[in-house]
């Protein structure tokens, strides 16, 4: 009798453990499939938010406790988007952020540094940034050289997060564009060409453009065609970039205003500067001499 109890207890244990097994996997199945979903909430039938079986989130609460950061993040996306209870989504971003998950970091210092879903704390919002970014966030380091790059105008709107640091922005857009991102590729030769947070340097600003406008990344080739008119009298360079955002169709409108401008000015530029010429280096009809033969 004794034997059969401990069989019984062996197989009901080894069943449980398959169970348990079988949920987790099939929580985290779930919540790939929701991190991957595509569509708007409610305007598109692609984005379908359904709730997981109450034996799923058991599971995954269970995992997200003992330390599990593909549990705890499974669990943020369902208070987030299902739940819609940002306390508790927050709660499992904290527990993932400590783990030292970079995603957690960065999602965390979003809410603190902009106070939304959750309290306003700018420092320690910084400081998760930095984290996320000492480990090569490209999203992290995306918002910490926007939040310390000084506006080149003020807007009334504009609310200023962070205190204003042009070098330190620049170190961070030059480790995000050495990680091969076309954004902070560009917004480093904006940075060159502009002087922000370094000295001005047109040949560096002209590298890390190129390197953007050559991934097909258009507010690099606007600014490439528009400063290669504009200071580096290259109209060919000019047009050529400038015809790429027009055959572009993911091309904004205000995109393709500015290079149809670049493209005018590229193309007509030098006929009016060659007549320009002609007009100045050629004297008067009356000072000219006589083509007759003596």
């Not at 197989?11 to 991190?35: N, P």
């Not at 204003?164 to 030769?189: E, I, R, W």
Request: overall charge positive; glycine content about 6%.
């Amino acid at each position: 009798m004794i034997a059969f109890m401990r069989r019984f207890l062996f197989g009901w244990k080894r069943l449980w453990l398959v169970f348990e097994g079988w949920t987790l996997t099939g929580g985290l199945v779930w919540a790939q499939g929701l991190s991957i979903t595509e569509g708007v909430v409610g305007k598109d039938k692609r984005f379908q938010l359904k709730a997981p079986p109450p034996a799923v989130l058991d599971s995954l609460r269970r995992e997200a406790r003992g330390g599990n950061v593909a549990a705890q993040m499974a669990l943020v996306e369902y208070f987030q988007l299902i739940d819609l209870k940002p306390d508790s989504a927050r709660f499992y971003l904290q527990k993932a952020a400590s783990a030292g998950l970079p995603e957690a970091q960065y999602l965390l210092g979003l809410i603190y540094l902009r106070g939304i879903e959750g309290p306003k704390r700018p420092t320690e919002g910084r400081k998760l940034l930095e984290a996320a970014a000492r480990q090569n966030h490209i999203l992290a380091l995306r918002v910490l050289y926007q939040m310390l790059e000084p506006p080149d105008s003020v807007s009334p709107l504009h609310v200023q997060v962070l205190p204003y640091d042009p070098k330190a922005a620049l170190g961070y857009a030059l480790q995000a564009a050495q990680l091969g991102d076309p954004p902070s590729m560009a917004t480093v030769g904006r940075y060159y060409g502009q002087g922000k947070g370094t000295s001005r340097n047109d040949s560096l600003a002209r590298f890390w453009l190129r390197q953007a406008a050559e991934k097909n990344y258009i507010p690099a080739q606007v600014l490439l065609a528009e400063w290669s008119l504009e200071r580096w009298n290259q109209p060919d360079s000019a047009l050529f970039w400038a015809q790429k955002v027009l055959e572009n169709e993911r091309a904004s409108l205000e995109e393709q205003y500015r290079a149809r401008i670049a493209a005018y000015h590229a193309e007509y530029l030098p006929k009016w500067i060659a007549v320009l010429r002609r007009l100045l280096y050629l004297p008067p009809a009356w000072v000219r001499p006589s083509s007759s033969a003596p």
